[in-house]
């Protein structure tokens, strides 16, 4: 593995790790394992080696302090990546965050791997305070991936 390739695939199973860890609250309940298997389906099966979920719901938001929120099982921020009509946004994903709010979640998925090809895993505060320097390989234990 070249060196490129080694920082890409952490990058991927940090992100992977953080999606996994995400508090969300009310529409598509995955189970951890069927998360996992989404996931990997979706090509991030190189995010695996760090992951976890808190409730795996599709439709959270998430009020954040400085005024802006956050959307979907990625809890995405409508400052920097999708666009609302609550804050001015880069929209760097190009996608309203309504799409984020899905039991399809397509969009969510393309828009992290956006996140992570831009800023990385630790763009993420949710990744920093949860996941970030801990050994998180038990979260996919038991999901035959």
């Given at each position: 593995?070249?060196?490129?390739?080694?920082?890409?695939?952490?990058?991927?199973s940090q992100l992977l790790a953080f999606i996994l860890l995400?508090?969300?609250?009310?529409?598509k309940h995955f189970t951890r394992c069927e998360l996992a298997r989404t996931l990997q389906a979706a090509g991030?099966?190189?995010y695996f080696k760090r992951n976890t979920a808190s409730s795996y719901n599709s439709q959270t938001t998430t009020r954040n302090s400085d005024g802006?929120?956050?959307y979907g099982i990625f809890q995405i921020n409508n400052r920097r990546w999708c666009s609302s009509d609550q804050v001015p946004s880069y929209n760097s994903c190009r996608i309203s965050c309504s799409q984020l709010l899905t039991d399809d979640i397509t969009a969510d998925i393309e828009c992290a791997k956006t996140i992570a090809n831009q800023q990385s895993i630790l763009f993420w505060p949710g990744w920093q305070a949860n996941c970030q320097a801990r050994e998180l390989g038990q979260y996919i234990a038991g999901c035959e991936l």
């Open positions: 593995m070249t060196r490129g390739s080694t920082e890409e695939h952490i990058v991927k995400v508090g969300v609250a009310n529409a991030m099966d190189g802006s929120t956050s």
